[in-house]
Structure formats: structure tokens, C-alpha cells
């Protein structure tokens, strides 16, 4: 595999009606499927439903990112996640990143961007996985003894000095 492997993705957002006093649309996050190439364009628009696609994001590994990978793709349901951010001009949602880490997106809504997931289809779980298990290897839990095991200076009891 390459020194950063990466898969072209394209990013689908949805846009829907709502009767709200606050607001009259809001928009969600419906998928992320493999690249389709071109521009951003309009792919459904009924009125009240609005679609548009984002081609031409990369989904890239790296090494560092290593246990936000391992920690997606062994949960139930891989996935990827999406920064969406509003266009204060227009009000229209756009995709600024993707990435396949736990633990990157973690760091993204920590610093308040806006992160929505969907799950990964079949094939791109699989190659993260494979990713993973060439170029991850856990750390083995320790087990920490009880404390009752431990004196008033958190050092263990030797037996005989109680």
C-alpha cells in the first residue's frame, strides 16, 4: 500500500423543509459514496427536498491516525464522518472535510465544528480494516490491582507487614 493511502469520496447533503419559528430548512448529512467526479451539483429538488452531491474529497490514512481507524472500523457500524459548515452569505451547508478517524472527528467537534456521520459501505470499511490490520496493533490493556491492595502510601502490602 502506499505511504498515504487514500479513496476519492463524493459527499451527499440534504436540505428539508421544517416549520419552525427559527428556522425553514435544515440540512443533514444523507451519504458519502465513492467519488463521482465533476463539480458540486444538484441532483433532487422537489421544493421541499433539495439534494446535492460534493465530489472530489479525500479519505486519506495516516499513521498517527492509526487508533481513530482501528477504533472505527471495530465498532458495529464503520462510518464517515463529515464537517459541515453554512455559507453565511447563502445559508447553504457544505462538506470541508472528511475522515474515517474516531478519534480526528472527535477532535473536530471538540473545537465546535459541525460533524455528522453516515455508515462506510462494505468495500471501504474493508479497506480501512485492511489498513488497520497491517499497521495497528493495540496496546495491551494493564490491569491495575485493587486498592484494596494498596497501603496508605499506595505501595502494596508485602505479607507479614500489615
Known sequence: MPERPSQKLSVILQREAVESRWESHRWSLLAVVPDVGGGPR????????LQRV??????????????????????????????????????????????????????WM??????????????LADWAAAWVAENYKPEPKKRRKPR???GKEGVLREEGNS
Open 42 to 49: 444538484l441532483i433532487v429538488d422537489t421544493g421541499s427536498v
Open 110 to 123: 471538540d473545537s465546535n465544528e459541525r460533524v455528522e456521520r453516515v455508515p462506510a459501505w462494505p468495500d
Open 148 to 150: 484494596s491492595f494498596e
Open 54 to 107: 460534493h465530489p472530489g474529497f479525500d479519505a486519506v490514512l495516516y499513521r498517527d491516525e492509526a487508533e481513530g481507524y482501528y477504533l472505527n472500523v471495530s465498532s458495529d457500524e464503520p462510518s464517515v464522518f463529515v464537517s459541515l459548515r453554512i455559507d453565511d452569505a447563502t445559508g447553504d451547508a457544505y462538506p470541508f472535510q472528511v475522515t474515517l478517524s474516531y478519534n480526528e472527528a472527535a477532535r
